[in-house]
Structures are given as C-alpha cells and as structure tokens.
C-alpha cells in the first residue's frame, strides 16, 4: 500500500497567485481529512468528508480557502488568492470505516506551503 | 468544544530510560478516543497508541503505554527503554465517539511535547 499520497511535497508561490493542493487517500477508506500546521497555531483541521461529503468545514479560515472531493480517491484544497500567512505545511489524511468513530488516521507526508 | 493541553513543550531523556508525557483533555461526552501520534522531523505523522474512553484497562504497544484517568481527563503517555529514534514531537489528540452513521469524526490536537533522547 503506497499510503495518502500529496502532491506536490514543497509549493513556492507568490501572493495573489492560486495554489491547489492535492491528495489521493489510501483505497478503500471512506474518511479525508485536511490539516494545517503552523509554529502559532498547531495542528488544526480544517475540513473533513466522509463518502465524499463534506462533514464540517468550520475550521476553513475564510472564503479563499476551498476543497473538493469528486470521487473517493482524489481530494484538492484550493488557495484563491494566496497571501503570506497561509505559508504552513498542509497535511490530508485518510482513515476507514468505523461507524463508531476512533479509527486510526492515516496522515501523508504533507506539502509544505511558502507564499512570499 | 474540546481542549487537549500538552503542558510540556520539551522534555529530554537519557537513552535506555524511561519518560512520561502529559496530556490532559476536556469534554463533556462519555464516550471518546484518545490519541498519541509521533511527528519526527521527517514529519510524517505516526500513530502510537489509541484508547477507547470506555475501555478501564490502560493501552500498550510494545514499548509505549498509557496512564488513562477518565475522572481526571488525563492521558500520559509512558516511554519505556528509550530508543534514538522515539525523538520526535509527539501529539495528544482526541475524537468523540461518531454521532452519526457518517462514520469518523476529527482529531482534536493538543500542541505538542518535543522529546529529546541524550545518548
């Protein structure tokens, strides 16, 4: 199993230009999961599907932030426009079934993010 | 909403002892899960251990194991025979139990211990 795979790993951008993030999560599990991490802030969620449907997206900081998920294998986080303080390194994860809750999430190896 | 704190930024060991890392966590749910995950400077984010909230007996793997007072909303984290590569930070996290037949929940994460292993 490759594990959640993101790409890309490091994303330079300018502010104001547009930034997508991408991550295809481990086949058969059927929760996604978005993060960011910043010295200030930790590690913070900022949205979640579960079968593709978005759950709770009250951690999305403002309107420039967006994500999709058409299908269960590719999720995008979009940055429209981007501006210096959203530099962070963007984890996905993914986790399986668990109607009951608590199953392990399986985190990629992150994109770390620099807006100048 | 739920906290986790991590009141420790730092803590060393010397190689070959043990640590414990404290995490304490407030809710108002009965039912819950409680995490350490391992972030080393690869950061790639690691499980270590997991504990169901209604589970008395405390969680092991191997080498790590938990101190888990529900009463006390504390769950510390117990490195035994520390090893070079346990360096890393590591994360408390918490999840309710699902709500709905949706299926998982999110973590919520405490801000972290970084331990350093003194060889």
């Known amino acids: 199993d490759a594990g959640v795979i993101q790409s890309p790993r490091h994303e330079v951008t300018e502010m104001g230009q547009e930034v997508t993030l991408r991550c295809k999560p481990i086949?058969?599990?059927?929760?996604l999961f978005w993060y960011r991490q910043t010295m200030m802030r930790g590690l913070e969620l900022l949205i979640y599907?579960?079968?593709?449907?978005?759950?709770?997206d009250s951690g999305m900081p403002e309107d420039r932030f967006s994500a999709k998920m058409p299908n269960a294998s590719f999720s995008t986080l979009k940055i429209q426009p981007s501006e210096p303080r959203d530099s962070a390194v963007y984890f996905c994860?993914?986790?399986?079934?668990?109607?009951?809750?608590?199953?392990?999430?399986?985190f990629g190896p992150g994109t770390r993010l620099t807006v100048t | 909403a739920q906290t986790v704190t991590q009141s420790q930024p730092e803590m060393s060991v010397q190689e070959a002892e043990t640590v414990t890392l404290s995490c304490t966590y407030d809710?108002?749910?009965?039912?819950?899960?409680l995490f350490w995950y391992k972030q080393p400077p690869s950061r790639q984010m690691i499980l270590v251990i997991r504990?169901?909230?209604?589970?008395?007996q405390n969680a092991t793997e191997n080498r790590f194991s938990v101190n888990f007072q529900k009463a006390a909303k504390s769950f510390s984290l117990k490195i035994s025979d520390s090893q070079l590569g346990d360096a890393a930070m590591y994360f408390c996290?918490?999840?309710?139990?699902?709500?709905?037949?949706?299926?998982?929940?999110?973590?919520?994460f405490g801000t972290g211990t970084r331990l350093t292993i003194i060889p």
């Open positions: 994860a993914s986790s399986p079934l668990a109607t009951s809750g608590g199953a392990q999430q399986y």
């Open positions: 086949s058969g599990h059927n929760s």
């Open positions: 599907f579960n079968n593709n449907v978005p759950i709770d």
């Open positions: 809710t108002s749910e009965s039912d819950y899960y």
């Open positions: 504990q169901e909230a209604y589970k008395q």
């Open positions: 996290a918490y999840s309710t139990a699902s709500i709905s037949n949706f299926g998982n929940e999110k973590l919520t």
